[in-house]
């Protein structure tokens, strides 16, 4: 690979000149648009974003005929063409930026009297904050472009026709290495920077073990007919990760022999993690008490998810309370074990979902609008790949030694998005002795498994005969028949694919669901299980990391939560604050004052400096009804003293202040909504 044709990486830093806002379509509280931020809460500027100014800037050079179409196709990409030469990380600041939040109102036609329900609350990244990312073009042919459609973005965000977003844009190239280190080491990245080093395997080691980290969130599609929400899996296919390795080898000039290759699926790792001694979906066995109401203020989503003890089902000893309902686990959970004595894990990786608007082009004037589910960035995921010979595993080293080195990163998933590899290691095969085989086991899928049966029609289950078949036609013939399936859960899912190269879907399969178990009981049974373990996976695909599978994990009975490295999320007092006042705006004498009255609490108890001032203005509406028979009497049944009350859960003024204004709010609406 000449430098000529070698990736080139630019680190690109903007700073804000005027207030910026780029939205998430959603509003909180008294907020109506909220500024997108990443998982740890920090102001983003998201990178499908700034790739689409880019191809506006694009667009405009094409009608001024400076640049061709075919160009901007090879740098951007081209709808149901090629994939983009560029990909980036998406605009990240540190935790110091600040918000602002601006208040705006439509007015009427030849008057300053503002239309009515046009009042709306917007926030913004203040002036003087910088924003940094990292660019990657596939060779230096496209810099030139590049840094043109650069030079003409001027404005991000929403509201760039009205002032809004004018930012400086700087740049400059620097090797993937160094920049990725530095872009890492930020105060965001919670979990520490792991240097992968090359390191050749023994001459007996067919084995590697990958460690992943995503720069983007990524959307793992799990259909091929997505709706308006686009779901997507919580851990990356083996099938998509053996093709984004190829489209890097081919992309690069690389030629890798990854039929010699099976690559397992890469599953999520616990938040602070970034390596373990195993990962597994969550058995379907293992079942937990369904949580029962709570007695609190707090709003269903505000009190976190509380630990239940788990039972596994496939348990000789478990035995369930009749009528008793335990909950089953959910797709997106996992277990592991840090090391070998350590107990298990059980945990879910961050998934937020991302609200897109399509851009109109030509006639268009419906907005296209969809949701993405995502991974959030940042997350580790651990992969195990198994080669025929240890020579395949070396190749693979040599072929790929920019990707293991962090000198560079492929691409996975919707729109192409920026993973690399955090670690690898070798590690050794190890066989389970003798005596870890009884006559009463359990099977265990750790990815999907596709099987057909002697129609060629895909199983919806296993039994002995197919577990003999898939371990050697000779158990079948020796088979006992003692031997049963005591007990099963067994769950299916569609399986689809695309291929890039020829842009067409692949032929959906019907897969067992990874998670999936069996146990097996007899007199001598331990001679299929032995027979099994010998094998890698089972099934079809498995090149592609489907029909592994493990043996005797279970019966699973203990587990724990991962103990977080940064603190737990505290709940939104401003939700908490909203609750408060709609509970008490549903007092029997609260809607009794005008809206004039109210409308006058609400000023003067924003108005007030200090808890003095607070007193002295409950007092009077107390005393109100004695000083003003007539004026005073609506107050005389307001709720005074259960709004002391809430006054004592909280601490601050403002909180108190705020309080007051939400519970006026909810009084006129009841009011207006009561008038109509």
């Known amino acids: 690979m000449t430098d000529q044709s070698a990736p080139l990486f630019f680190q690109l830093i903007i700073k804000v000149l005027e207030n910026l806002h780029t939205g998430t379509g959603t509003g909180q509280g008294d907020i109506d648009a909220l500024v997108i931020r990443d998982r740890y809460g920090n102001p983003v500027i998201r990178a499908s974003h700034f790739e689409g100014l880019l191809r506006e800037a694009g667009d405009k050079l094409i009608w001024l005929e400076k640049i061709k179409k075919i160009e901007l196709a090879a740098l951007l990409g081209d709808e149901g063409g090629k994939q983009s030469s560029l990909c980036m990380t998406s605009l990240r600041t540190d935790e110091n930026s600040k918000t602002l939040v601006w208040a705006s109102s439509k007015r009427k036609p030849n008057s300053r009297v503002p239309e009515k329900d046009t009042l709306r609350f917007i926030e913004y990244v203040a002036a003087g904050a910088c924003f940094k990312a990292i660019l990657r073009i596939q060779n230096e042919a496209q810099q030139t472009l590049l840094e043109r ?28 290495d160094t920049l990725l280190e530095e872009f890492l080491q930020t105060k965001s990245d919670r979990a520490p920077r792991i240097n992968p080093q090359v390191e050749h395997p023994a001459p007996t080691v067919t084995r590697l073990r990958l460690v992943l980290r995503n720069y983007e969130p990524l959307c793992l599609p799990v259909t091929g007919h ?17 093709g984004a390795l190829m489209a890097w080898a081919l992309a690069n000039a690389k030629e890798a022999q990854l039929e010699k290759i099976s690559i397992g699926d890469a599953l999520p790792l616990p938040a602070g993690f970034t390596q373990a001694h195993t990962v597994l979906p969550i058995p379907l066995s293992i079942l937990t008490q369904k949580p029962k109401a709570k007695n609190t203020t707090l709003p269903w989503w505000a009190g976190g998810s509380e630990q239940f003890k788990a039972s596994d089902s496939l348990s000789e000893a478990e035995e369930q309370t009749e009528g008793e309902k335990r909950k089953r686990p959910g797709m997106h959970e996992y277990l592991c074990k840090i090391d070998e004595s350590s107990t298990w894990l059980r945990y879910t990786p961050t998934m937020n ?38 020579a395949a595993a070396t190749k693979f080293i040599n072929d790929f030694t ?14 192409g998005q920026p993973v690399g590899v955090a670690s690898f290691t070798s590690i050794e095969e190890t066989r389970q002795s003798e005596s870890d085989f009884k006559d009463d086991w359990i099977l265990t899928l750790s990815s999907d498994l596709i099987i057909r049966g002697d129609y060629l029609g895909f199983l919806y289950d296993l039994d002995v005969d197919t577990l003999c078949k898939l371990a050697c036609e000779d158990n079948c013939k020796d088979k006992q028949d003692g031997w049963r399936i005591e007990k099963s859960i067994v769950e299916t899912e569609v399986v689809h694919g695309f291929n890039a190269a020829s842009g067409l879907h692949r032929v959906p399969a019907l897969a067992l669901r990874r998670g999936s178990c ?56 401003q939700e908490k604050l909203l609750l408060s006042a ?11 004052p005008s809206a004039s009255q109210l409308q006058w609490l609400r000023n003067h108890a ?39 009350d809430e006054f004592k859960k909280f601490s601050s003024l403002e909180e108190k202040r705020l309080l007051v204004s939400y519970l006026v709010q909810y009084l006129i609406l009841e009011k207006e909504s009561t008038d109509e």
């Not at 997505?226 to 053996?242: C, E, K, M, Y």
């Not at 990391?545 to 994990?553: A, K, L, M, S, T």
């Not at 709609?582 to 009794?592: I, V, W």
């Not at 009077?620 to 609506?634: D, V």
């Open 518 to 573: 069996w146990r097996i009981t007899g007199s001598g049974s331990a001679a299929l299980a032995r027979a099994l373990a010998v094998k890698q996976a089972m099934g079809e695909r498995t090149r592609e990391g489907h029909g592994r599978f493990v043996i005797g994990v279970q019966p699973i009975t203990t587990l724990e939560k991962p103990k977080r490295l940064e603190n737990q999320p505290l709940v939104n007092q």
């Open 582 to 592: 709609k509970n008490l705006a549903k007092e029997s004498g609260a809607r009794k």
């Open 402 to 415: 920019p990707l293991l080195t962090g000198q560079d990163w492929f691409r996975v998933g919707r729109g």
């Open 149 to 176: 459609l650069l030079r003409r973005i001027d404005r991000i965000g929403g509201g760039r026709n009205r002032g809004s977003g004018l930012v400086q844009v700087d740049w400059q190239t620097c090797k993937a």
């Open 226 to 242: 997505p709706g308006n929400l686009i779901r997507s899996d919580s851990f990356i296919r083996g099938q998509r990760l053996r």
């Open 353 to 390: 979902v991302r609200l897109r608007n399509k851009t109109l082009k030509g006639v268009e004037t419906e907005a296209k609008l969809f949701s993405l589910e995502e991974i959030a960035e940042g997350t580790y995921f651990q992969a195990e790949l198994c080669f025929d010979n240890a």
């Open 606 to 644: 924003l108005a007030v400096n200090n808890e003095k001032e607070l007193d002295n203005l409950l007092k009077e509406i107390s005393t109100a009804p004695e000083r003003r028979p007539k004026s005073g009497k609506p107050w005389e049944k307001f709720p005074i003293d259960q709004l002391k």
